[in-house]
């Protein structure tokens, strides 16, 4: 199916992928800067913002699937791919099953298998219950530092209304996809030259989750923010974003595996 999608910026195509429970306004902060640099392609997921969830169950294979078709009707051959969390699963999954896709490859706050088969299923049949709204507030403590949260209090409930949003069987049948999935005996065939994002106060997808993707992807480079926690590319869009060009235009990241914190004028590309 192809998923609702919004595309700014000219150069070349850069695919945003999104992480469980967001929309493509998650990437609000990344499309001045990286829209001038390239054309973003952002999306939203199966049962998210504005694309339906017709139904059944979901792998992530059919959520590459959404991808590839969007690709192809925007005739889009080859693409950059940035993707968070789930998006960086399916990301990962096009970077080992569909390589000439892709050019090159960041994997944010994400892992090769992401939690247990058992505490997904449980979270899918609370949402079905009870909706998204139950699980919001545990969900936004994990994705962001305490201290974001205090400082920033109208960026977090943003993303808590559209996470309460989400319908309840799409976000259900993506936890699902998650509990089945485990990529770790494949990610060491991804040839894409790889970026892994993340921070250091993740317990979602921790600092050894990234570790375990550089060790298995050939060209691969890991670069971690400071106390930050599962959404990064909203608690630190400025070094995310730097971060990021810097890996997509350069040969090299000439930039530190660990940086401090920093003040980063609270951008959230409003």
Known sequence: MIPHFEVDGEGPPLVLVNSLGTTLDMWRPQVTPLGARFCLVRFDARGHGRTPFEGGALTVDDLVGDVVDLLDHLGIERAHFAGVSLGGAVAMRLAVTRPERVDRLALVSTA?????????????????????????????????????????????????????????????????????????EDVRRIVAPALIAGGTADEVTTPADAAFLDEQILDSRMLLAEGAKHLLTAERPDWFNRILIAFLEAPELEVPEFEAPREEGGDDGR
């Open 112 to 184: 090769a298998r992401i939690g247990t088969p058992e505490g997904w299923r449980d979270r899918a049949e609370t949402v079905r219950a009870n909706g998204t709204a139950a699980i919001s507030e545990a969900g936004m403590g994990r994705w962001f530092s305490p201290d974001f949260i205090k400082a920033r209090s109208d960026t977090v409930a943003e993303f808590r209304q559209r996470f309460d949003a989400c319908d309840a069987d799409g976000y259900a049948a993506c936890c699902e996809a998650l509990g089945a999935m485990d990529q770790r």
